[in-house]
Nanobody, 111 residues
Framework: QVRLVESGGGLVQPGGSLRLSCAASGIVFSIYAMAWYRQTPGMQRTLVAS???????DYADSVKGRFTISRDNAKKLVYLQMNNLKPEDTAVYYCSNYENWGQGTQVTVSS
């Protein structure tokens, strides 16, 4: 059974920070590129950040300089450190290995 489970979302004020985690099981984690997506009501799910099996990151322009994706292969974890959060970052965030998806975690940025 393949599972991807996100956690770490919540309510934060503009300018604040959150760290999302994604725990993987049922896969050989180290061979997969991983990604974080987000989705808001009425919008398509969009790519936020990705990281190759070798650890090379890439980011959407909207989050460059603010978000950092990382991975811990020994623990089968993917992280998304989100700093200087803005209201437009509000969304449900999902992790994926491009074959499977987690259930999502809600991030709300509001005063």
């Amino acid at each position: 059974q393949v599972r991807l489970v996100e956690s770490g979302g919540g309510l934060v004020q503009p300018g604040g920070s959150l760290r999302l985690s994604c725990a993987a099981s049922g896969i050989v984690f180290s061979i997969y590129a991983m990604a974080w997506y987000r989705q808001t009501p009425g919008m398509q799910r969009t790519l936020v950040a990705s990281i190759t099996r070798g650890g090379r990151p890439d980011y959407a322009d909207s989050v460059k300089g603010r978000f950092t994706i990382s991975r811990d292969n020994a623990k089968k974890l993917v992280y998304l450190q989100m700093n200087n959060l803005k209201p437009e970052d509000t969304a449900v965030y999902y992790c994926s290995n491009y074959e499977n998806w987690g259930q999502g975690t809600q991030v709300t940025v509001s005063s």
